[in-house]
């Protein structure tokens, strides 16, 4: 029997509080609840099951599914965050415990964390944010395939860490950033590449000539924001742009390219004005 994973154990006896659960070969036996019973059940029958500690710290027997085991991440809310750590919210009654050693920055109730859940010294189920060891660098995707995954950390001169499929390695460098993410992100991404280690770089962006309508369509909103005249061009700074628009100097001027051919906007002195129509 292992704390905090499912596991397919035998009915052994029923008793009014439940049915006690064992494996072939062992004395062992664990709770499982009467309400939790599904109806029509006898010694002999096999069931699925999660095993946890109640509030008594005693091993108990669940069916319901926790969507989460020893070594698995998931994404949980927070439910109260409290001095010795947090607590997070899960399928059972009780609340998952993230200690406040195993956090990552200051949280908030209302926050989705990613976590991993394992066990602590003191034999309870634990969840930690320090996912990195948990994470697998044997992701089947390739250059270009999407993918999904949620932000666990922002690394300052390196990029957005992304626990792609909440499973595997994954990279938003630093300069494919263009908006503002926080942890707990959940984003749609593509493989810029696999890299020898078997890691993967990722960009929010499409490729260049699919991206192009979208940040054509961001410019000419923003003109019309800045009241027909946004005050860009292609002399301005790399930074401004990306403050301003979200986007790299290379996107903005294809944008602009395609709303000059468009005739929709004119270059001037004081930036790219909507042309008037005569």
Same mark, same amino acid.
């Given at each position: 029997?292992? $704390?905090?994973?499912?596991?397919?154990?035998?009915?052994?006896?029923?008793?009014?509080?439940?049915?006690?659960?064992?494996?072939?070969?062992?004395?062992?036996?664990?709770?499982?609840?009467?309400?939790?019973?599904?109806?029509?059940?006898?010694?002999?029958?096999?069931?699925?099951?999660? $095993?946890?500690?109640?509030?008594?710290?005693?091993? +108990?027997?669940?069916?319901?599914?926790?969507?989460?085991?020893?070594?698995?991440? @998931?994404?949980?809310?927070?439910? !109260?965050?409290?001095?010795?750590?947090?607590?997070? *919210? =899960?399928?059972? +009654?009780?609340?998952?415990?993230?200690?406040?050693?195993?956090?990552?920055?200051?949280?908030?109730?209302?926050?989705?964390?990613?976590?991993?859940?394992?066990?602590?010294?003191?034999?309870?189920?634990?969840?930690?944010?320090?996912?990195?060891?948990?994470?697998?660098?044997?992701?089947?995707?390739?250059?270009?395939?999407?993918?999904?995954?949620?932000?666990?950390?922002?690394?300052?001169?390196?990029?957005? $860490? /992304?626990?792609?499929?909440?499973?595997?390695?994954?990279?938003?460098?630093?300069?494919?950033?263009?908006? *503002?993410? !926080?942890?707990?992100?959940?984003?749609?991404?593509?493989?810029?590449?696999?890299?020898?280690?078997?890691?993967?770089?990722?960009?929010?962006?499409?490729?260049?000539?699919?991206?192009?309508?979208?940040? @054509?369509?961001?410019? =000419? !909103?923003?003109?019309?924001?800045?009241?027909?005249?946004?005050?860009?061009?292609?002399?301005?700074?790399?930074?401004?742009?990306?403050?301003?628009?979200?986007?790299?100097?290379? @996107?903005?001027?294809? @944008? /602009?390219?395609?709303? $000059?051919?468009?005739?929709?906007?004119? +270059?001037?002195?004081?930036?790219?004005?909507?042309?008037?129509?005569?």
């Amino acid at each position: 029997m292992e $704390l905090g994973k499912r596991q397919i154990l035998t009915v052994v006896k029923e008793k009014d509080i439940g049915v006690y659960l064992g494996e072939p070969e062992s004395d062992r036996t664990v709770l499982l609840p009467k309400k939790e019973v599904p109806a029509g059940t006898k010694p002999g029958d096999t069931l699925d099951v999660f $095993l946890y500690k109640d509030s008594e710290d005693r091993l +108990i027997a669940t069916t319901k599914q926790t969507g989460l085991e020893v070594g698995g991440l @998931a994404v949980l809310p927070v439910s !109260q965050v409290t001095e010795i750590g947090a607590f997070l *919210r =899960w399928a059972l +009654i009780k609340d998952l415990f993230l200690p406040f050693k195993e956090q990552r920055g200051k949280l908030r109730s209302g926050q989705q964390v990613l976590v991993a859940l394992y066990v602590d010294k003191s034999e309870r189920l634990c969840a930690t944010m320090k996912i990195y060891p948990y994470l697998s660098d044997e992701s089947p995707y390739q250059k270009n395939d999407t993918v999904t995954g949620t932000v666990y950390q922002i690394k300052k001169g390196v990029g957005a $860490l /992304v626990a792609v499929e909440n499973r595997y390695f994954g990279l938003i460098p630093e300069q494919e950033l263009y908006t *503002r993410l !926080q942890p707990g992100d959940f984003v749609e991404a593509r493989v810029l590449q696999v890299r020898k280690d078997g890691k993967l770089d990722l960009s929010c962006r499409k490729k260049a000539y699919a991206q192009m309508d979208s940040d @054509a369509e961001r410019v =000419w !909103q923003a003109i019309l924001e800045y009241d027909g005249i946004l005050p860009l061009h292609d002399k301005s700074e790399p930074e401004a742009i990306k403050r301003e628009l979200e986007m790299s100097k290379n @996107a903005f001027k294809r @944008a /602009v390219g395609h709303l $000059l051919k468009e005739g929709k906007i004119q +270059i001037t002195e004081k930036g790219i004005e909507k042309r008037s129509i005569s």
